[in-house]
């Protein structure tokens, strides 16, 4: 029982064009601070295979993920005008949602304790039927409907603390039960949803919230309401398995929001969230890399969050 990596070299073929900041760049960053430390090669499991276009339609529909191949088959093209693909998009899109799908399997398997998914293209904007904010499908909601369906758990979390909000995730769970959805995030900021009366519908209500940060918050107040939502919601849910959509943009360097979070920070809440995790689901975590794009920054924060995965006990 450990921690595990999941990664493969095909994310790298996913290119954004010049410029962008969601580029390969970011993972070769992450690595080469892991190589580092002496963790990457020990932690690295390699991804078996890529999800099948069924699986895709739990969460998607057809036209939506014909539009993608389409837009590979013609790459490069975009499918908003932040959303670029190259031609093997397509495929890095379908193995990086079966690295969380294989990560939440071993780890329901007792094979690892918990594990974090180095991959891209990112997931929590990805709506149903569009790709939007760098996103083509829904790694994160995906993994959820993976333990719903194949492991048939009642009460899955999904974390969100990338700083935007994950308009995706929530739309994907906004009536269910059975998956709650907790974003904190910057507002306003795009995509700009995400208000605090964002509670679910139907039977679904009361298990979407949205926590949201002025620009220019301070660690301290965004630490200080981190520590008080998140024992909240598990003492309300009491989750069956806990999943994180891991951005690292609330970073203080991040270029792309103004939040002022720090690698100790992201350590911090790594280590409450493991903490209340064994309390409730025997430790069961999965991470999936979203945002954060300032790559000393990102790559730092990676390296803090692994770290902390990394000392949890069963
Ligand atoms: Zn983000």
């Not at 450990?2 to 290119?15: E, G, K, Q, V």
């Not at 080469?32 to 890529?50: D, T, Y």
Request: with cysteine; net charge negative; proline share 5%.
């Amino acid at each position: 029982m450990n921690t595990a990596i999941f990664y493969d070299d095909l994310f790298l073929a996913h290119d954004t064009q010049n410029g962008h900041p969601e580029n390969a760049n970011r993972l070769r960053a992450i690595r080469r601070r892991l190589e580092e430390a002496g963790l990457w090669q020990p932690l690295l499991r390699p991804i078996q295979e890529r999800c099948s276009r069924d699986f895709l339609e739990v969460n998607h529909t057809r036209q939506h993920i014909q539009r993608i191949v389409s837009a590979c088959e013609n790459a490069p093209a975009s499918l908003d005008p932040d959303t670029l693909v190259s031609a093997r998009s397509y495929d890095a899109a379908l193995l990086a949602v079966n690295a969380l799908v294989e990560a939440t399997n071993a780890v329901m398997a007792g094979e690892l304790n918990n594990a974090f998914c180095a991959v891209r293209p990112p997931g929590h904007h990805a709506e149903k039927d569009r790709a939007m904010g760098f996103c083509l499908f829904n790694n994160i909601a995906l993994a959820a409907h993976n333990l719903l369906h194949h492991h048939h758990l009642e009460r899955v979390l999904i974390i969100d603390w990338d700083v935007h909000h994950g308009n995706g995730t929530q739309q994907a769970f906004y009536d269910n039960r059975q998956v709650y959805f907790l974003s904190l995030h910057q507002w306003p900021l795009y995509p700009g949803t995400g208000r605090p009366d964002e509670i679910g519908s139907g039977e679904g209500t009361g298990f979407n919230r949205n926590v949201i940060f002025a620009p220019g918050t301070p660690a301290e107040e965004y630490m200080q309401k981190f520590e008080e939502v998140i024992p909240d919601v598990f003492q309300t849910f009491s989750p069956q398995f806990v999943l994180i959509s891991a951005g690292f943009d609330a970073h203080r360097d991040d270029p792309l929001a103004q939040l002022q979070l720090t690698e100790d920070n992201f350590a911090a809440m790594t280590r409450l969230v493991l903490t209340l995790a064994r309390e409730h689901c025997d430790g069961r975590v999965v991470s999936s890399l979203e945002g954060g794009y300032n790559l000393a920054a990102l790559a730092g924060s990676v390296l803090a969050h692994v770290t902390e995965l990394m000392q949890y006990e069963a």
